[in-house]
């Protein structure tokens, strides 16, 4: 089979990628990468060699389940250095383009591997606080989110948390948002933690208006919009139970919407409105 080819770590992590839609491309974007299948297969050999012996093993693991963890892998080899922020060609400030994205993707696939350890979760979505609460606003790429949230700052004060990622968990039983050092092309971050006040789901819409979601919705919804590693059945286990606890304890709502910045205040009003009668 094609994954005959491989190491002894290198491809049976792959082996267990390929449960994903892109490992198959992946694979041969590696081999293309690396001069063909041979060639792969002896490169593989020597970063399962350099891992085991600078890396340890759940961020070696994380990093040979994907085309960018392993190509990270190697110009970490390349460059003999145990961290990719090390001074010298690793740094980031003396990377191109590609380099810097490759390095980024594959340093965040371990920091929310790590994450799920803890019963962290990954939600695509721009934050805001208001009232104190951290309020979630999640869609699709191209609906709409941060330009939700960049109504908020603008009409009612509101402190922008993260303009595309934010880390849910719970915290001696309190839903709360952690602070993480990534915001896709927003430029906006915030590394505090705050207690979670609610989620929406936004939806293009003629109209403007809000639904209160069911506790199954709830689940539903919110499943659709993590982006925590999935690769495993005990990942994807943990990623349920950690959005069914949340789900029991903060609100959620889908916002139907349109472009205009009304949609923020028939938002806004609905949820004053819903605090007020609990």
């Known amino acids: 089979g094609v994954y005959d080819i491989g190491a002894d770590i290198i491809l049976p992590q792959l082996a267990e990628f390929a449960q994903q839609m892109n490992a198959q491309k992946d694979l041969k974007d590696l081999e293309s990468e690396f001069g063909g299948p041979e060639r792969f297969n002896t490169i593989a050999r020597q970063l399962s060699d350099w891992g085991e012996k600078n890396l340890d093993k759940d961020t070696f693991n994380v990093l040979a389940s994907s085309k960018d963890g392993i190509l990270t892998l190697y110009r970490l080899m390349q460059e003999k250095q145990e961290s990719p922020v090390i001074s010298g060609k690793s740094h980031p400030d003396n990377m191109d383009d590609e380099n810097k994205k490759i390095l980024f993707h594959a ?108 506790y199954e919705n709830k689940i539903l919804m919110m499943q659709q919009r993590i982006i925590s590693p999935s690769w495993k059945k005990e990942q994807t286990e943990k990623i349920f139970i950690t959005v069914e606890e949340i789900s029991k304890k903060i609100k959620m709502y889908k916002l139907f919407c349109t472009k205009s910045s009304q949609s923020a205040h028939v938002l806004k009003e609905y949820l004053d409105r819903n605090s007020k009668e609990g």
């Open 107 to 214: 340093i965040r696939a371990v920091f929310l591997y790590k994450a799920l350890d803890r019963n962290l979760v990954a939600v695509h979505s721009a934050s805001i606080l208001y009232n104190g609460k951290a309020l979630l606003f999640s869609a699709a790429a191209g609906t709409g989110k941060s330009t939700q949230a960049g109504y908020w700052t603008e009409l009612f004060g509101a402190h922008n948390i993260n303009g595309d990622l934010n880390l849910v968990g719970e915290d001696n039983g309190v839903a709360k948002v952690f602070g993480i050092p990534w915001c896709g092309t927003s430029g906006i971050k915030d590394i505090n933690e705050y207690e979670l006040g609610g989620i929406v789901f936004l939806k293009r819409s003629l109209e403007n208006c809000v639904e209160r979601l069911t």
